[in-house]
T-cell receptor
Framework: NAGVTQTPKFRVLKTGQSMTLLCAQD?????MYWYRQDPGMGLRLIHY???????AKGEVPDGYNVSRLKKQNFLLGLESAAPSQTSVYFC?????????????FGPGTRLLVL | AQSVAQPEDQVNVAEGNPLTVKCTYS??????LFWYVQYPNRGLQFLLK??????LVKGSYGFEAEFNKSQTSFHLKKPSALVSDSALYFC????????????????FGQGTTLQVKP
């Protein structure tokens, strides 16, 4: 099992450019999450999905869109990148949202917006 | 609202010595607590979790954590530290908001950097 994978690992964008981050999991998990990690602010939830075809907003959704067309994939899109979106992005998945369930994380994508 | 706190930004330990990384929690109902580790330029890796039962939980890489209900703590421990244990450690609890607002997200402490010196 590969677990949770993310592509790309690193990307540099210019302000206004768009890109899509891909997250894939092979654990048949229903729930998937996108977090961003910033110094001094810990990890914050951007969007999440409770199953194929569903998405919902997290704490900091502005400037991002997501799609979950297939159960194993969760895409995060930036339509018009801004320097404030420079961050490390982590995808995570879990079997359910149960408070006992472990979330498993991908290796992260480092994004630099100039 | 539930929260976790890690009172130390950094912990320094000599290799071979025991280590403790502290975490305290505030949750309603039964606490279910997690520890994750983040090595430099890597993602978060699950170490262990407390669900119920034995207060001493054993996890990956020789780590264990002690749950103490009276002190509302869940400290991470290892009997003999390795230089390779140097990393950022997070304590976490899953969101347990109301039925309509429960995202299931993880609520993290601010993280503790562990430095193990040779």
């Amino acid at each position: 099992n590969a677990g949770v994978t993310q592509t790309p690992k690193f990307r540099v964008l210019k302000t206004g450019q768009s890109m899509t981050l891909l997250c894939a999991q092979d654990m048949n998990h229903e729930y998937m999450y996108w977090y961003r990690q910033d110094p001094g602010m810990g990890l914050r939830l951007i969007h999440y999905s409770v199953g194929e075809g569903t998405t919902a907003k997290g704490e900091v959704p502005d400037g991002y869109n997501v799609s979950r067309l297939k159960k194993q994939n969760f895409l995060l899109g930036l339509e018009s990148a801004a320097p404030s979106q420079t961050s490390v992005y982590f995808c995570a998945s879990s079997f359910s949202r149960g408070i006992q369930e472990t979330q498993y994380f991908g290796p992260g994508t480092r994004l630099l917006v100039l | 609202a539930q929260s976790v706190a890690q009172p130390e930004d950094q912990v320094n330990v000599a290799e071979g010595n025991p280590l403790t990384v502290k975490c305290t929690y505030s949750v309603s109902g039964n606490p279910y607590l997690f520890w994750y580790v983040q090595y430099p330029n890597r993602g978060l890796q699950f170490l262990l979790k407390y669900i119920t039962g034995d207060n001493l939980v054993k996890g990956s890489y020789g780590f264990e954590a002690e749950f103490n209900k009276s002190q509302t703590s869940f400290h991470l421990k290892k009997p003999s530290a390795l230089v390779s244990d140097s990393a950022l450690y997070f304590c976490a609890v899953r969101d347990r908001g109301g039925a309509s607002s429960n995202t299931g997200k993880l609520i993290f402490g601010q993280g503790t950097t562990l430095q193990v010196k040779p």
